[in-house]
């Protein structure tokens, strides 16, 4: 039993190891790459320095390592479980009375733990750092850049809860120009429908300029008008409002630039404010399913890399892996597009591909293990 675990232990070692290389070999090759990509998009720009330049790519680093963890699971597994049947360690093991699951277990709970890890702590870090690199990009890098309101083309239609006429009312806010940054916001020619939960209208606001203060909306020279009166002259008026400058811009914004810890209140606030929240539930839906993705892309690796080489096609088996974990990782990627797009429920787009490839796996070690 202590042999067991001590073993289990040092393929545990082995496999960890295996992975963390691949990762940062993964992620070093795909930056250099990202890197030459924004050399070339900057050598138009005299403002983009070279320090702007390496900044973003640098930036971009984390987010880039998340997106390729499963893939470089499978490789660094295919790579550690080929290295130990090779040296005929796996082969002694089995033949001592371990089966594949025992000593797998370890692996695949390493994995998980990667992909938990990933999740919970390296995501809510890769979205900041995201966030600053697009920050970067639209502001060294882009045509007319300005932020994600400005990139809309200046124009701004909002909805957000609005108890006070009605209490399940809402408000839909109109701006023909708006000039933002991430501390201010203000439109000019600014109308505003206060409407029942059932969409009928209330009350009609034109105001000549909005600004967006904590709490409140500020309407200048704003004019009421209602079904049953004329308008009213001009005057100043607030109206109540929860959303922020941070918010609205985010609202526009990938949900890659999110929290994991942030999403499930973000979702609520986007619904409830009346935004489609599709992408952001499908990005939590994924990152929640990140741990048993790269749980699966394990078993994967262990299917078709620990085969005896005596029997020779060694090669034609790890290759024929790979091929099945990259079709696997582009299924999962295909899937989210789907699912962004609503074409597939957001449950089904995140969580398919992910138990379609660990029941292929399970299917695929209970055939080789257990004949």
Avoid: N
Wanted: proline share 5%; glycine share 8%.
């Amino acid at each position: 039993m202590r042999i067991a675990a001590t073993f289990l232990r040092y393929v545990s070692r082995v496999f960890a190891l295996s992975v963390l290389v691949m990762v940062a070999s993964l992620s070093g090759l795909v930056a250099l790459f990202d890197f030459i990509e924004l050399l070339r998009r900057a050598a138009t720009k005299p403002e983009a320095t070279f320090g702007i330049v390496s900044e973003i790519a640098l930036l971009r680093i984390p987010w880039e390592a998340m997106q390729i963890l499963p893939f470089a699971v499978l490789l660094g597994g295919i790579a550690a479980f080929w290295r130990l049947t090779r040296s005929s360690e796996l082969i002694v093991a089995r033949a001592t009375g371990l089966s594949a699951w025992q000593f797998l277990s370890g692996p695949m709970a390493v994995a998980f733990a990667m992909g938990a890890l990933a999740t919970g702590a390296v995501s809510p870090v890769a979205a900041v750092m995201l966030a600053r690199a697009e920050a970067l990009d639209q502001a060294y890098l882009q045509v007319g850049g300005g932020g994600p309101i400005s990139l809309a083309g200046g124009h701004l239609w909002l909805r957000q809860a609005d108890h006070v006429l009605a209490p399940d009312g809402v408000a839909i806010l109109h701006a023909e120009r708006v000039r933002g940054t991430h501390h201010r916001l203000e439109g000019e020619e600014v109308t505003v429908f206060r409407l029942t939960s059932h969409d009928e209208l209330l009350q009609r606001i034109d105001a000549r300029a909005a600004r967006l203060e904590p709490g409140r909306w500020h309407l200048i020279d704003a004019r009421i008008a209602t079904t049953d009166r004329p308008p009213d002259p001009p005057a100043e008026m607030t109206l109540p409002t929860d959303l922020t400058v941070a918010r609205v811009e985010e609202s526009f914004a990938s949900p890659d630039t999110l929290s994991f810890w942030k999403l499930p209140h973000f979702i609520s606030f986007l619904e409830r404010s009346g935004f489609s929240a599709i992408r952001h539930r499908l990005r939590l839906q994924s990152l929640l399913a990140l741990p048993v993705l790269c749980m699966a892309m394990t078993l994967v690796a262990a299917g078709f890399s620990m085969r005896p080489t005596r029997r020779g096609g060694t090669a034609r088996m790890i290759g024929a892996g790979v091929a099945s974990g990259f079709a696997l990782f582009t299924i999962s990627k295909v899937a989210e597009e789907f699912g962004s797009s609503g074409g597939l429920p957001v449950i089904l787009a995140a969580w398919a591909p992910t138990a379609s490839g660990l029941m292929f796996a399970i299917a695929l070690l209970l055939h080789l293990e257990d004949g």
